[in-house]
């Protein structure tokens, strides 16, 4: 308890600086002050460790309930989809052209949901570090002409042209494909949404300048652009709720967040450029494939 | 030959959904709403090939598999797994299993189908594969609707 000897002389008597003791009842005062604090000190350690241990069983237990809530919704969900596509694909009578319609919108619908479930699943994991992938070889080429196939139709029913451009000779990269996929098509799905009819949307493949052993992909499109001041925000999570001007522009707004770190755990970069009225370019790069690199280690199935 | 299809599936919406499908393609159907039931059942019809959800109640669908797959009558019977789970590890546990398939859900009806149509009409490698205990080849297809991956065969 008392650690520090403490001398007196008349000097005590004279105040030297603030917070030092000149007498022995200011010392002993002193002391059980810094006992006292000590102790509190001691007892919100504590406390705070407790707190923290708490979080964490809150988050993995949110975790759980996320990946329940996601199977209890999409069980309803799966049965829901199937009978409609059972129905348009005429195994319950002829349908006519306004009902295929809609029912096709129905599916879309059913489908969306599905992402957005997704979506919350992925997010939870980055927020848990439990988001992994298992990158292999792959030609980014094809990876890129199916994203770009996939988003075609609902591009042609925007009235946006969508097309892309490959670097000839492009080397395999090492990715996780189902990832890069989802990046893609979350980053044409942004285009898209942003992009009125008339527009266009150009996806690139090709060398990085700036690093020669990466490949890098942009996504460029002819929307309304992002003001200076949300440029810096908007791969954060919940960007779309904190957003100034509460436009609702659909989603989830976690599409950028997933992709950012989809990109980060493959030791790539993803950015954008802007202006406003212009357009956006969102690009990331990925690593390229080097069969002869010894520090790369390839998952074999 | 009209093949036999078991679906075990707890759902019954889905269950009469994959009962439409499969029925139209000209199959037929016995379903099985839990682990127990599955079992009976397997033994009693003898399946051509076993579609299975993952969680069930009174068990999951790889312990389903491998108990109607280490029955005598049932060996090498082909399982094809659907689940809505997204928890990491299931699709390799399949791939583990022998799995002719897994499926997300809600999964696509066609490439379904085509895995099917795909296990049932391959030749039983008996002669090639002695050790394994089912047909080893899995088509790797994810149900995700908006998926651009095709369907696949993964060695």
């Known amino acids: 308890m008392k650690k520090e000897e403490v001398v007196h002389t008349s000097m005590d008597y004279i105040p030297q600086r603030p917070g030092f003791p000149y007498s022995l009842g200011q010392a002993m005062a002193q002391v059980a002050e810094t006992v006292q604090f000590h102790a509190e000190l001691t007892e919100q350690r504590r406390q705070l460790e407790q707190t923290n241990q708490e979080l964490h069983r809150r988050n993995a237990e949110l975790q759980s309930f996320y990946h329940i809530l996601s199977h209890e919704l999409k069980t309803p969900l799966t049965a829901a989809r199937e009978f409609v596509s059972i129905v348009l694909d005429g195994l319950a009578g002829t349908l006519s052209e306004t009902q295929r319609e809609y029912l096709g919108l129905v599916k879309d619908s059913c489908d969306q949901i599905t992402l957005g479930l997704d979506d919350l699943l992925d997010a939870t994991r980055v927020d848990t570090g439990k988001l992994s992938i298992a990158p292999r070889p792959t030609s980014m080429a094809r990876v890129v002409s199916q994203a770009v196939a996939a988003m075609d139709l609902t591009a042609r029913g925007k009235g946006v042209r969508l097309q892309q451009v490959m670097a000839s000779q492009l080397p395999d990269a090492l990715i996780d494909e189902r990832r890069i996929a989802q990046v893609l098509v979350n980053l044409l799905s942004n285009a898209l949404k942003f992009t009125p009819a008339g527009g266009e949307i150009t996806v690139r493949v090709g060398d990085d300048p700036q690093r020669p052993a990466d490949i890098r992909v942009s996504v460029s499109d002819t929307g309304r652009g992002i003001p200076p001041a949300e440029l810096g925000r908007i791969f954060d999570q919940l960007y779309q709720v904190r957003r100034d001007d509460a436009t609702v522009q659909g989603g989830l707004g976690l599409g950028l967040y997933i992709s950012q770190e989809v990109i980060k755990l493959h030791g790539g970069e993803i950015w954008v450029e802007s202006t406003v009225e212009k357009g956006s370019t969102f690009s990331f790069t990925v690593p390229q494939y080097r069969a002869c690199d010894p520090s790369v280690h390839v998952s074999q199935e | ?155």
Not at chain 2, 31 to 47: E, F, G, M, Q
């Open chain 2, 1 to 155: 030959m009209t093949h036999k299809i078991l679906v075990v599936e707890d759902d019954k919406n889905i269950a009469l959904a994959l009962a439409v499908r499969l029925r139209a393609a000209g199959y037929d159907v016995i379903t099985a709403p839990d682990a127990v039931l599955a079992v009976s059942l397997a033994l009693k019809h003898r399946p051509d090939l076993i579609l299975l959800d993952l969680l069930m109640p009174g068990g999951n669908g790889f312990l389903v598999a491998e108990r109607i797959q280490d029955l005598e009558a049932m060996l090498g019977v082909p399982c094809i797994f659907l689940t809505a789970s997204k928890q990491p590890g299931l699709r390799d546990q399949a791939r583990r299993l022998g799995a002719a398939g897994f499926f997300e859900k809600p999964y696509d009806a066609e490439a379904l189908l085509a895995t099917i149509r795909a296990t049932l009409e391959a030749p039983a490698d008996e002669g090639d594969l002695p050790d394994a205990p089912i047909r080893t080849w899995i088509i790797d297809e994810t149900a995700d609707p908006t998926s651009i991956e095709p369907s696949g065969v993964i060695a």
